[in-house]
Structures are given as C-alpha cells and as structure tokens.
C-alpha cells in the first residue's frame, strides 16, 4: 500500500480543469475585455468610457420601469414564490403571458405550450443547441455573430460553420454564401434580429427568402429577438415566428434589453410550430428535459413576469428608444469626422454597431486589437475589436450608452484617431 505523500510526491491527482471551451484570451469577448480593462492608464482621472457592452442599465438614464420593480416587489412580499418553480418549463401564467405578448405580432396565435422559460437568452440558446443533440451535425451562423454565438454550439459538440452578412447590403444575410455552407450534417442556422453587433433590422422580404432558404435546406431557423422592438429606422421589427407555416422557427427572447434588467435572467424559446414538424422530430420534448435537469428562472421573477409583461407602459419604451435613437444618430454623424473609420450603414435597431478600420490612414496601429489597446491605455475608452465578433480590422461600438458619455468617447476617439494618423 502507498504511504500518505505518495500520491503527492508521484504527481498523480487523476483531476483536471477542462481546457474546453478553448479560451483564446484575446479574442474571447470576456477575454479581451479583461485585456483592454487592464492596460487602463491608472494616472488618467477621466471616467472610463465603456462603449464595448452593451448593458444600459448601468447608467441613471437607462433605469427599468416602476412597474417591473413594483411587480417583483408584490411577489417578494407576497412571500408565496419562494419554491421550486414547477413545471421545470415554467409556471403556467409566466408562460401564458409570453405566449400572448409575442402573439400580438404573429398571423398564429401561441400557446403557453410553446414557450419554455430560461435563465436568460444565453440559457435560452443553450436549451434549443442541446434539444438538437450536437454529433457529427453542424451549426451556421452568422459573421459577424454575437459573442458565445462561436462557441455555445460547440459546447453541445456540433461543428460551426460561417455564412456572411453584407456590410454593402445593410447587413443583410449573403444567401449564397449560406447554402455554400451547409450539408447534409447542418441541422440549424442561427440568427441574430435586430443585429448584434450590426445593428441592422432585417425586412420582411429578406426573412421570407430566409425561411425559404432554411426550407429547401431541410434545417431550423433559430432567431435571437432579444432586442425586439428596439428599432429606430426606417425598417420595423418582423418577427421570425411570421414565417413558421414556411419553415419551423425557434425564436429565443427576454426581458434583459428591452426592460434593462439583464442581472433578473428572465428569458424564454419559444416553438413556432403549425405544421407540428418540431414535435414530430421531438424538439420541445428535449427541451423540456434539458430543463428539468437545468436550474430554472427564479421563480419571483417568474410570477411577476405576467405583470411586467401586460402592464409596462408605453411611454417608457419610447423614452429609452428615444435615447437610443440620439445616441445612434449622434453617433452615426460623428464617425464620419473621424479618420480610418467608415460605419457603412447607419444603426437601425440594438444598441452596437460595426465600424470598419482602414489601418493605412494610421502611423502606428497594427490590427483592430492593436488599436483598441492603445485607445484603452491613451484614451480610457472601452471598445471590442472586430476579431472577437468574427471580423478582424473592424470594431464593434457599442452606442447605447448615456449621451454625455458618448458624446466624450466620441471626442476623445477622434483626438486619438487625428493623433495617430499619417502626417502628410
Ligand atoms: C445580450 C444578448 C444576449 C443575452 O441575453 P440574456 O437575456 O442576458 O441572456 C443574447 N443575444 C444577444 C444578441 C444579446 O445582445
């Protein structure tokens, strides 16, 4: 028999951490933040502007309505949710009041049974991506993508494949480039409506020829809504689930952006399935177990969600939108005046955008993360380079952020810009 230390002394701990996901560390959204925070210049006394998350609520004027916060109040006092929530699918008038708030835009009209509650939109996507079981099968998705859009699918072992979207086309989806992609393997697409990070809001025409696209392809469309209804241009939100008699759609929201509490994990997927092809092929019986072997939403922010839903008033909805809308004017004209950058559509919906770098304008910047590090360490501003969005030489821009401060990281992105470029 070994001696107490052997086990010590011969190395042989049979544990590991497990190296997956492969964290690249710089191009990782988490990891490149965690860079860019680091190589902050600690003598610069300005604030830090973060124009590279996109979470309003961390300023005064992005605050959520008195009514979500009177709700979960209500609930927390009640003191009757303090349990499990039951059925691991969500409680039954949490769903109803989704299924009813997303049907006031469908041709269908949904059912509790339709909707599964998730900790947020990321549990949401997790819970389709493990309903579709990962082997040997593969995922398109969109580039640029939402980060964790990259590597999520992985997670759950399918393969990820790319199509493009058009910078030239208002962002939309390169068709071609889409059907390039799949095979016989591809069992879904993933897409992001309004856009992250391109802030572009596909049309109705352009969604039609999607559903039409995923038909002919045999696979499921998976549409990320989160940021639903925050549009602020010429094009207005049309839900996926509108093209469900073509195709069977998934569509994953939540409260996080539109209500500005990301930190509740209130969220939901939800089936759109008239022609019952999902059930057929067993998608919400799998969703349902992975959520009964899944930690739930809480279920105080479940039972105040019926309230949230039916009873959030317009006008804090156009007030937010309205400050979205400035920021992304303001933004959209003042890019123009700074040099090496083009934002070649303006910002229709979501709060980030996509801004191309044109690195010969520049003395001394080698890439996008090249630049977002200098900016940090010059600058105090916060910006995510086009790599860890899929995009290299691009930057995603956050413009949702408190007018003043935008307005600041405008200036002080210009200053910064005009300093590093060629002098003639
Ligand atoms: C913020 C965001 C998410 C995550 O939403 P949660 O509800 O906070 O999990 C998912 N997709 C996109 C495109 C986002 O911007």
């Known amino acids: 028999m070994p001696d107490d230390t ?42 830090v502007i973060p124009m590279s998350i996109t979470e309003p609520s961390a300023f005064e004027c992005f605050k959520t309505t008195q009514v979500a916060t009177q709700a979960v109040t209500d609930v927390v006092r009640s003191n009757k949710f303090n349990g499990y929530a039951s059925p691991s699918v969500g409680i039954l008038p949490a769903r109803r009041a989704v299924a009813e708030h997303l049907s006031k835009d469908l041709p269908d009209k949904l059912s509790p049974d339709n909707v599964f509650l998730t900790l947020g939109c990321r549990q949401a996507m997790h819970c389709i991506l493990h309903a579709l079981g990962g082997s040997k099968s593969n995922i398109l998705i969109p580039k640029p993508y939402f980060p964790y859009y990259d590597y999520f699918p992985e997670l759950h072992n399918f393969e990820v494949r790319f199509f493009n979207l058009l910078p030239e086309k208002n962002w939309e989806i390169d068709i071609d480039s889409l059907r390039a992609a799949a095979d016989e393997n591809t069992v879904a697409m993933i897409i992001t409506n309004p856009g992250n990070p391109c802030a572009n809001v596909f049309t109705y025409r352009h969604l039609e020829k999607v559903a039409e696209t995923a038909k002919t392809l045999g696979i499921l469309v998976i549409s990320d809504e989160v940021y639903a209804h925050i549009v602020f241009g010429e094009s207005p939100f049309v839900p996926m689930g509108v093209f469900a008699s073509i195709t069977p759609v998934v569509t994953i929201g939540s409260i996080s952006k539109r209500w500005l509490v990301p930190g509740w994990r209130m969220g939901w997927v939800v089936t759109h399935d008239p022609n019952g092809i999902l059930k057929e092929h067993g998608i919400p019986q799998s969703m349902k177990r992975f959520l009964d072997i899944s930690p739930n939403p809480p279920t105080i922010i479940q039972a105040a969600l019926p309230d949230i839903l039916a009873n959030t008033k317009d006008d804090f909805f156009s007030k937010t939108l309205n400050i979205i809308k400035e920021d992304a004017n303001s933004f959209y ?90 002098k003639m």
């Open 6 to 47: 052997s086990a010590l002394t011969k190395n042989t701990w049979r544990f590991r951490g497990n190296p997956e996901p492969k964290e690249e560390p710089r191009t990782m959204i988490r990891g490149a933040l965690t860079f860019l925070m680091s190589n902050l210049n600690k003598s610069d006394n300005r604030p």
């Open 333 to 422: 004209e003042g890019i123009k005046h700074v040099p090496g950058m083009t934002c070649p559509t303006k910002p229709e919906g979501s709060m980030s955008t996509m801004v191309k770098l044109d690195l010969s304008v520049f003395e001394d910047i080698e890439d996008d993360m090249n630049f977002c590090l200098k900016l940090a360490k010059e600058e105090s501003v916060i910006i995510l380079p086009g790599v860890s969005v899929g995009l290299s030489n691009w930057l995603r821009i956050t413009f949702a952020i408190d007018p003043l401060f935008l307005e600041d990281g405008m200036k002080r992105l210009k200053d910064f810009c005009e300093r590093h470029s060629k």
